[in-house]
């Protein structure tokens, strides 16, 4: 069983930056393919960013290209999302997913663990 727990979430003003991080435990970091997803209330959870095992492939939402970073530290069994440039409509519970697989995965049904979420709220 794979636990994940959420950190860096917080309040930032419109134009600044946070770092998510997010730390694995309970499983073998380096053969899950991870995701970074979020959620607003009413709303289904969607897609942010996602990476493979390796680490050598990402894939982000139109929304956040060039924006935010999804990177990994195996050794460190933890995922990031470097955000900057933040906009209100970045607001939302973001929450980090983990699945076995040799690709990355978009689609929240894909991913078999999921933390409990950090809230980012973007001022404007």
């Known amino acids: 069983q794979v636990q994940l727990v959420e950190s860096g979430g917080g309040l930032v003003q419109a134009g600044g930056s946070l770092r998510l991080s997010c730390a694995a435990s309970g499983g073998t970091f380096g053969e899950l393919a991870m995701g970074w997803f979020r959620q607003t209330p009413g709303k289904e959870r969607e897609f942010v960013a996602a990476i493979n095992r390796s680490g050598g492939s990402t894939y982000y939402v139109d929304s956040v290209k060039g924006r935010f970073t999804i990177s990994r530290d195996n050794a460190k069994t933890s995922l990031y999302l470097q955000m900057n440039t933040l906009k209100p409509e970045d607001t939302a519970v973001y929450h980090c997913?983990?699945?076995?697989?040799?690709?990355?995965?978009?689609?929240?049904?894909?991913?078999?663990?999921w933390g409990q979420g950090t809230q980012i709220t973007v001022s404007s």
């Open positions: 997913a983990a699945t076995y697989g040799g690709s990355y995965y978009y689609k929240a049904h894909e991913y078999d663990y």
